[in-house]
C-alpha cells in the first residue's frame, strides 16, 4: 500500500468503512431492537455469501387428512375452540434406528386443499381475535402517526451523480433519487412503489456500471427470494430489454468495460419458483451476461456440479483487471477465494473462466477490501476470531508470505472507530441533512447495560431500554428479545414500535445479546452452536430470571420475540420453562429441527444447527427441536405463555410448514387442556416472505397486531 496515493488510500478507507459495518449486517435477523436505522421494518438477510439465506420436494397428500369441522373439536374448559387437523399416525421417519412420528407431515405440501384449508382455519381464529383486542387501534393509529417522518440514507456517487433514498413517510417502499451535485435539484430515479398498487414488489439489490452509466436492479414479488434483473440507462432513465430471471442470493458486478455483469442463479426446476415452493435450492452457478443479449446467451463462468451446496459470488476488482469469487457452502464465516486475470483472457469472457485457486479450504473468512495491483487487501478471521486486515501479493501467494496490516483488535468493542488524516488540511463538517423525530425526546428515556450470569456461569451482555424514573416493583410488561446465531451481532437501531410500547403500555425494552451471535467474534458464535445450541437458550432464559429477580418485571409480564433462527429461540424457550413468560411471539421461526435441511435453502444452516442425517447431530437436535419438545400439562397449574406465531405464504428462506407443523402439534398436546386458558394461535400473512422488502402498510399492520397480542394477553392498558 505504500505506493497508493491519497485518492486511492480514501476509496479503499471508504471501503473499509462499508466492509466493518457490514461484520454487523443483518442475515437470519428479525426486527431491530432499540429506541436509538430509521425504520421497523423486518429485516432478514442471510448468513450465505453477500446475499440471503433460510427442501425437498414437495409431498402431496392432498387426497387425504381432511380438517375436522368445528363442531367434533369443541373444548368446553377453554375460551379457544381450535379446528384440529387429523392426524396422520402412520407418518413415521426412522432416524439412526429412532422412530419420529411426524403426524402432520401433509402440512409440507403449502398446494394441497387440505393445507389451505388449515391455514384458513387458523386466520379465521386468530384475526377476530386480534382485531377485537382494545389496543390494536389505537396502537396502530399512533404507529401511523410517529412512523409518518421523512428518511433518508447517505448519498453516494456513482460516475458523475449521485444517488440517495428517501422515503416521504408511509410510503410502502423507499425511493432512489439522483441528483447531478449535491447541490442540484433531485429527481426520482426508480420508485419501486409504481411496480405494484399494494407495494409487495421491492428492489432486491442494485449495480451500477463503473462510469455510471448503467444500473442493473432486482426485483422480488410478495417478499419471495427470488429475484428477477432488469437495467436501466442512467443518463435518459430508459429501461432497457435484458432481463435476468431464476436469480436468488445473488452477486452482481459489473466488469469495468460497462459490457456486461456477473451474477449467479439457479437451474430450472419441475413445480413452481414464486416463493411459495419448498424445493431445495442446489446448484448455484455464475453467469455472465453481457448487456443487449438474450439470458440464453449467458457466458455460464463457475459451476460445481460435485458440490451441489456450493454458492459462489463473484467481485470485479477495483482496478477492473481481476475477478474475484467467493465460495461458501453455508452460513459459516469461512469462504474459499478463487481469482481470475480479466486481462489474459484475449477474446473476453467466453465460458468457465481459468480461475486461480488462492485458498481452496474452509479454515477461514476473506472479505475483499482494495488492492494496488497484485498486492490484494483483504479483512480475514483466520487466526483471529475479532478480524484483521492482511496483504496478499498474488504474484507470491505463499501463506508464510502474506503481511499483517492492521492486527486483530486485543480488545472487544462494539464500535470505535480510529481515523486519520491523508491530506494534513483540517476540515470543519457540517450538517448536510437533519431529520427530526416527531414524539421522541430521548432524554425521557434510559438505557443501561448490564451483565448476568447464565446456567453456566458465563455473564451475558442485556440491555434494558425503560421511561426514567420507574419504580422497579416487578410491575412492568417487559419485551425481551434475542436471536443468537450465525455470529449475528445485535446492535442499536430506532424502533417506532417498541418506542410505543415503552411509552403508551408502560414497557421495559430488553435486549438479550446472547451467545450464537457476533457480539464478541467468533469465539461467541461458536459458544452456541451444534451440540451448544442449548447454551443460547439458558442465556435467554437467565435473562428473564434476571428481570425477575431484580424486580423489572414478573414472569406474567414477560413477552419474549424473535424471528426466524430467533424464532426457534422463543418456540424452545416455550417448551423448556413455560412459567417464566406470560407471552411468546415466535416470527418465522425454524421449528423442525429433523427436517429443516431438506427445503428450500435450510441445508445452508447446518453450518449453525448440525444435520439429522449425522447421527451425533440428531442427538442434540431432537433434544431441542421445538415441533418434538412439545410437552403435555402437568397438575401444577403452570401452562404454556400465549403464543403467536407469525409467518407468511411466499417465506421461501423460512418455509411456513414449520410454523404451521408446531402450530397443529400445539393445539392437539396443549390446547385442548381445560388449563390452558392462554391462547395459541398462528397468523400466515399472504403476498409476504421472510421480512425483506415488506411494504410499510404491513409493517404497520404487523406490529400492531403484535403488541395489541401482548396488551390483550398480559393485561396491559393504554397510556396517553
Not at 425521557?444 to 421511561?467: A, C, E, L, N, R
Request: glycine letters at 8%; charged letters at 20%; hydrophobic letters at 35%.
Amino acid at each position: 500500500m505504500s505506493s497508493a496515493t491519497p485518492g486511492t488510500l480514501l476509496a479503499a478507507m471508504q471501503k473499509l468503512a462499508g466492509v466493518l459495518l457490514s461484520s454487523y449486517r443483518l442475515r437470519l435477523l428479525r426486527g431491530l431492537p432499540f429506541l436509538a436505522s430509521c425504520s421497523d421494518r423486518a429485516l432478514y438477510c442471510v448468513p450465505l455469501p453477500v446475499h440471503a439465506f433460510p427442501g425437498r420436494p414437495v409431498l402431496s397428500h392432498s387426497a387425504v387428512y381432511p380438517l375436522r369441522p368445528v363442531s367434533t373439536m369443541q373444548q368446553p374448559h377453554t375460551s379457544f375452540q381450535y379446528n384440529e387437523a387429523v392426524r396422520d399416525e402412520s407418518a413415521v421417519d426412522d432416524y439412526h434406528g429412532i422412530k419420529i412420528s411426524d403426524p402432520y407431515r401433509w402440512l409440507e405440501d403449502p398446494d394441497s386443499e387440505q393445507t389451505k384449508a388449515f391455514v384458513e382455519s387458523q386466520n379465521n381464529i386468530t384475526v377476530p381475535f386480534l382485531e377485537k383486542c382494545p389496543v390494536r387501534k389505537v396502537f396502530k393509529d399512533r404507529m401511523t402517526e410517529l412512523y409518518d417522518y421523512p428518511k433518508y440514507s447517505c448519498h453516494f456517487k456513482k460516475g458523475n451523480r449521485y444517488f440517495y433514498f428517501y422515503n416521504s413517510g408511509l410510503q410502502n417502499q423507499r425511493v432512489l433519487y439522483v441528483q447531478e451535485s449535491l447541490d442540484a435539484e433531485p429527481r426520482i430515479f426508480l420508485d419501486p412503489n409504481t411496480f405494484s398498487e399494494d407495494g409487495t414488489i421491492a428492489l432486491r439489490g442494485y449495480a451500477y456500471s463503473e462510469d455510471g452509466e448503467y444500473f442493473a436492479y432486482g426485483l422480488s414479488e410478495s417478499g419471495s427470494d427470488w429475484v428477477t434483473i432488469k437495467f436501466m440507462k442512467v443518463s435518459t432513465q430508459e429501461e432497457l430489454p435484458d432481463v435476468l430471471k431464476r436469480v436468488k442470493f445473488s452477486c452482481m458486478s459489473w466488469t469495468h468495460d460497462g459490457l456486461g455483469i456477473f451474477y449467479n442463479c439457479y437451474p430450472e426446476q419441475d413445480g413452481k419458483s414464486d416463493g411459495t415452493e419448498t424445493s431445495t435450492n442446489l446448484h448455484q452457478k455464475l453467469f455472465y451476461h453481457v448487456l443487449g443479449t438474450d439470458q440464453s446467451k449467458d457466458f455460464l463462468c463457475a459451476e460445481f456440479p460435485e458440490e451441489p451446496k456450493w454458492m459462489g459470488g463473484a467481485e470485479v476488482s477495483d482496478d477492473g483487471q481481476y475477478v474475484l469469487l467467493s465460495i461458501r457452502e453455508g452460513c459459516d464465516p469461512v469462504n474459499r477465494l478463487w481469482y481470475c486475470d480479466l486481462h489474459k483472457l484475449p477474446g473476453g469472457i467466453t465460458g468457465i473462466l481459468p480461475w486461480v485457486k488462492l485458498i481452496d479450504n474452509f479454515e477461514g473468512e476473506y472479505e475483499y477490501i482494495t488492492n494496488e495491483g497484485t498486492v490484494f487487501t483483504f479483512k480475514t478471521n483466520r487466526n483471529a476470531p475479532n478480524y484483521k486486515l492482511i496483504n496478499i501479493d498474488f504474484s507470491d501467494p505463499e501463506e508464510s508470505k502474506w503481511k499483517e496490516l492492521i492486527p486483530e483488535h486485543n480488545k472487544d468493542v462494539l464500535g470505535i472507530i480510529y481515523h486519520c488524516d491523508l491530506n494534513g488540511d483540517s476540515m470543519e463538517p457540517r450538517v448536510f441533512r437533519e431529520i427530526t423525530v416527531k414524539g421522541f425526546n430521548p432524554s425521557d428515556y434510559q438505557t443501561v447495560q448490564v451483565f448476568y450470569p447464565s446456567k453456566d456461569g458465563t455473564k451475558i451482555p442485556m440491555f434494558i431500554v425503560h421511561k426514567k424514573g420507574i419504580k422497579l416493583d416487578g410491575s412492568h410488561p417487559a419485551f425481551l428479545y434475542g436471536y443468537g446465531g450465525f455470529n449475528i451481532s445485535i446492535t442499536p437501531s430506532y424502533s417506532v414500535s417498541r418506542l410505543i410500547f415503552v411509552r403508551h403500555l408502560g414497557g421495559i425494552l430488553v435486549i438479550a445479546n446472547i451467545r450464537g451471535g457476533g457480539e464478541y467474534g467468533e469465539t461467541w458464535h461458536k459458544g452456541a452452536i451444534f451440540g451448544k445450541k442449548q447454551n443460547c437458550f439458558d442465556d435467554f432464559q437467565c435473562a428473564a430470571e434476571y428481570l425477575i429477580k431484580e424486580k423489572y418485571s414478573s414472569p406474567q409480564k414477560i413477552t419474549i420475540n424473535g424471528g426466524s433462527n430467533g424464532g426457534l429461540l422463543v418456540a424452545a424457550c416455550a417448551n423448556q420453562r413455560p412459567d417464566l413468560f406470560g407471552c411468546a411471539i415466535a416470527q418465522v421461526g425454524v421449528m423442525d429441527m429433523l427436517k429443516f435441511h431438506k427445503f428450500t435453502i435450510g441445508h445452508a444452516w447446518t453450518t449453525d444447527f448440525g444435520c439429522s442425517d449425522n447421527k451425533e447431530d440428531f442427538e442434540w437436535l431432537y433434544k431441542y427441536s421445538p415441533l418434538h419438545n412439545i410437552k403435555a400439562l402437568q397438575d401444577n397449574g403452570t401452562q404454556y405463555p400465549a403464543m403467536l406465531l407469525l409467518t407468511a405464504d411466499h417465506d421461501d428462506r423460512v418455509v411456513p410448514l414449520h410454523s404451521l407443523k408446531f402450530i397443529a402439534t400445539l393445539q392437539h398436546v396443549v390446547g385442548r387442556n381445560k388449563n390452558q386458558t392462554n391462547p395459541l394461535l398462528i397468523h400466515v400473512d399472504t403476498k409476504a416472505g421472510h421480512g425483506a422488502g415488506k411494504p410499510t402498510a404491513k409493517v404497520i399492520e404487523e406490529v400492531s397486531d403484535m403488541f395489541a397480542f401482548i396488551a390483550k394477553c398480559t393485561g396491559i392498558n393504554w397510556i396517553e
